[in-house]
């Protein structure tokens, strides 16, 4: 537990759910980023709210650089994963968001916070394989 | 104009509070879904705080009529568990413990010019509109079943 930064995480979680606050108060909808995200994916004639989705976008890419001139500090960003599990891990995370209409921050935050079953349930799920996955790569295949 | 500003401001704080969480960084979120590894319980106070600010957030902003720059809230009004969401939600919890990335971390990411995170960005894109091919596909299926 030597990585243990319990008051940065919840000081960090309480910004997310700030966040999800604000786009609901402002723009009326759920913060939840694979959903946006492909809204931005259509290919078909215009989207009608493509701008806020963009800026949305921009502001997450933004703000963690804004935030390392401001404190001089970078984030650790490390992979334990080799290249090809990486784009393997990408696909899938996609795919099953999209199919399952949402990932951590709609589901798990948003959807939790709106006590919706759907998301309580689908939270369950990708939490589990989520612990399972990772069990059987660091210790049944890695670790041997 | 004023859309683009929200969608900006929750962007922003979205992102720094990726940053300060420490979930930018797929490392630590093995860390948190390595239960029987070196243990960081670190995301769960990351959930406990979004959770928490967002049910008390929702509660007071939902029970105004409307948005301040729209003119309604865009709710989901699904309600069922269909096979969809659960397959989706386990290739999802898949991904997650292979890579230790989620959506919002990798946008989050892009900024520090990592090659992994651009390929797992590139992939998820990918993976995303494949979904969308696949899921038009199984309506127009539906729809062409009901109609024989």
Known sequence: ?144 | MKRLLGGLAAGLLFGAGLSISGMINPAKVIGFLDIAGAWDPSLAFVMLGAVAVTAIGYRTVLRRGQPMFEPRFTLPTRRDIDPSLLLGASLFGIGWGLGGYCPGPALAGLGFGGLETYAFVAAMLAGMIAARWYANRQSTADGARRAS
């Open chain 1, 1 to 144: 537990m030597e990585n243990f930064t319990p008051l940065a995480s919840l000081f960090g979680g309480a910004l997310i759910g700030l966040s999800a606050v604000v786009l609901m108060l402002l723009n009326g909808r759920i913060a939840g980023i694979s959903g946006i995200t492909a809204g931005l994916l259509s290919f078909s004639g215009s989207v009608p709210d493509r701008g806020w989705r963009i800026a949305f976008v921009a502001g997450i890419v933004i703000a963690p650089l804004a935030l390392v001139l401001l404190t001089g500090s970078r984030p650790d960003i490390a992979f334990v994963a080799p290249m090809s599990m990486t784009i393997a891990a990408g696909l899938l995370v996609g795919f099953g968001t999209i199919l399952g209409n949402g990932c951590t921050s709609g589901h798990g935050v948003c959807g939790i916070a709106r006590l919706s079953t759907r998301s309580i349930i689908a939270t369950a799920v990708f939490m589990t394989a989520g612990i399972a996955t990772t069990f059987i790569v660091r210790h049944l295949i890695v670790g041997g």
